[in-house]
């Protein structure tokens, strides 16, 4: 048995990099998942033959996470299809860089909108179906407490407002037993930043382990902190960095 037999989540940006990783780490530990992802549709139907392969059930939501209307549509979806929701990962996010003097305006209300408000917006619509003892974990960065280089400063500031809002997330959804935990990774090897691109060596540099994270050492923590191990970690910050910050 895992430790979430019998459980409903959803992994937002779950297509791909770390959220693809996390929906399948949870469907195996039991849990049946759904996905919302942005385009690429065969990619989003590769996780869900991987969870079903696993025997759970599984759903794939076409929804921007900047388009408010579309991502309450997805979590309502979800719930309705999957039968309920115990699990909400809040994971998709976009990373423009670009100095202050630099950075459209453009390019910083996408960041602020997807990372920030999608975040709350998810949160938000999801409170109405968790059942007592859910869980809500966020996916944050350890930006959001060192800016390591030039060029992250919205990226940064939205990290820090994800784990800002997790903290009030806790308290107002304490009283149900619900959870509300930012798992925090440093350099991951995905898609937007390979181990073996231009910005590697930089990264390594910072590392304690001398190598960035896969993406199935954040599934790991998320997984935990999902499951009956985490009832009793809300409000706070676990960061998964190899020693980024230390």
């Known amino acids: 048995m895992g430790s979430l037999d019998g459980k409903v989540a ?5 297509s791909r990099g770390i959220g693809a990783a996390i929906a399948r780490k949870l469907a195996e530990e039991g849990a049946d998942v759904a996905v919302t992802y942005e385009r690429s549709v065969s990619r989003a139907d590769e996780v869900v033959a991987s969870i ?12 921007d996470s900047a388009d408010a209307d579309a991502l309450i549509t997805a979590v309502d ?3 309705e299809a999957l039968g309920g929701l115990d699990v909400l990962v809040n994971n998709a996010g976009v990373f423009p860089r670009g100095t202050v003097e630099e950075m ?10 997807v990372n920030v408000r999608a975040v709350f917006v998810a949160t938000q619509a999801a409170a109405r179906h968790l059942r007592p003892g859910g869980r809500v974990v966020h996916l944050g960065s350890t930006l959001g407490e060192r800016v390591t280089g030039t060029g992250m400063s919205a990226y940064a500031a939205t990290k820090a407002a994800v784990a800002g809002m997790s903290r009030g997330f806790a308290r107002d959804l304490g009283s149900r037993g619900i959870t509300s935990v930012v798992v925090q990774p440093g350099p991951t090897d995905t898609d937007m930043n390979p181990a073996d691109g231009p910005r590697a060596a930089k990264s390594l540099a910072l590392s304690a382990v001398g190598r960035h994270a896969a993406p199935e050492d954040l599934a790991a923590t998320v997984a935990h902190v999902a499951g009956p191990a985490g009832a009793f970690i809300t409000g706070s910050v676990i ?6 910050n230390a």
């Open 104 to 113: 459209p305006l453009t390019d910083l209300d996408r960041i602020l909108a």
């Open 239 to 244: 960061t998964v960095d190899g020693g980024v």
């Open 77 to 79: 979806r979800a719930a």
């Open 52 to 63: 079903e392969g696993l025997g759970r059930k599984a759903l794939a939501v076409r929804a």
């Open 10 to 14: 959803l992994v937002t940006g779950g």
